[in-house]
């Protein structure tokens, strides 16, 4: 059996975007490689076009963003399985085997693994947070996959997302709503096995706003939980930089927070 892969890419040479297709070219059976590019002028589609054993498919969406991106791949899937990978993704060995042991259940539509960062940054971050809360690496991504639909490694049976029609609008959650359509159907499964090794690529701190209002809009962070999170942040960030000694790494998370803090502050106000 072979299945298709979308891969949504933006001047994504940098960091691992050989690491990738190398990982997806080794672990996963491919019919094609969907490719949606937003207008790179890094050679990204340069290093895509070399990898012709993945029979890549090109599709330029230079005025869109994450939400139309994945609509565009989702339809022109072929094959009755299908996965998402991000271009900071690399693949561990056995990655498409083991997540295809779950559809041995008819009821489930989705599997997402667990990702453990590579990036320096966000290795200090997550590291201290894994300790923060007692938890694993993978126990800590998982944690989070459990609350939110991500996509970075993500097993797709087609006819879970055939009709679905993601709100253009979404620069972000756009993941987290295609899990949504998902479970109106099928299971969901959130697991770390399989895992991904994750880069992740630097994001706008202005996202963590848009963030927190369509997680408040989609019911995936409730009163309660915003509460919560505020009042452990400030004991996250001075764990963070006890554990870390790194200033730069508190620093990015403390910008990311501020905006997701004057989103939630917002929503507590009934904006």
């Keep these: 059996m072979k299945i298709d892969v979308v891969l949504l890419t933006k001047n994504s040479v940098k960091p691992c975007l050989e690491l990738c297709l190398k ?5 996963v059976p491919v019919n094609r490689l969907i490719v949606v590019d937003g207008g790179s002028t890094d050679g990204t589609l340069n290093v895509i076009k070399k990898y012709r054993d993945l029979n890549p498919l090109i599709i330029i969406d230079k005025d869109g963003n994450r939400a139309t991106a ?3 791949g989702i339809s ?6 299908f996965a998402f990978i991000d271009s900071d993704v690399v693949l561990p060995p056995g990655w498409f085997k083991e997540a295809m042991k779950y559809f041995d259940d008819p009821s489930v539509g989705a599997v997402w693994g667990a990702t453990i960062p590579l990036s320096p940054k966000k ?3 997550f590291s201290a947070m894994a300790r923060f809360y007692k938890k694993s690496l993978t126990e800590l991504s998982r944690r989070a996959g459990s609350i939110r639909g991500m996509l970075h490694d993500t097993l797709i049976r087609t006819s879970a997302v055939e009709d679905i029609r993601i709100p253009s609008c979404l620069h972000v959650m756009e993941d987290h709503y295609v899990r949504m359509h998902v479970e109106k159907k099928y299971k969901w499964i959130s697991t770390d096995k399989p895992y991904c090794f994750h880069y992740f690529r630097e994001k706008d701190p202005r996202e963590a706003f ?9 019911g995936v962070y409730s ?3 915003y509460v919560k999170h505020l ?3 400030w004991a996250k960030l001075l764990y963070l930089l006890l554990f870390t000694a790194d200033t730069s790494v508190v620093d990015e998370e403390l910008k990311k927070e501020l905006y997701f803090l004057k989103a939630t502050m917002n929503i507590m106000r009934g904006k």
């Design 210 to 218: 848009l963030d927190a209002y369509y997680g408040w809009k989609f």
């Design 123 to 125: 290795l200090k971050y």
């Design 23 to 27: 990982s997806i070219e080794r672990e």
């Design 223 to 225: 009163k309660t939980w």
């Design 70 to 72: 994945r609509q565009i």
């Design 76 to 81: 022109k899937v072929e094959t009755e399985f």
């Design 231 to 233: 009042m452990l942040f």
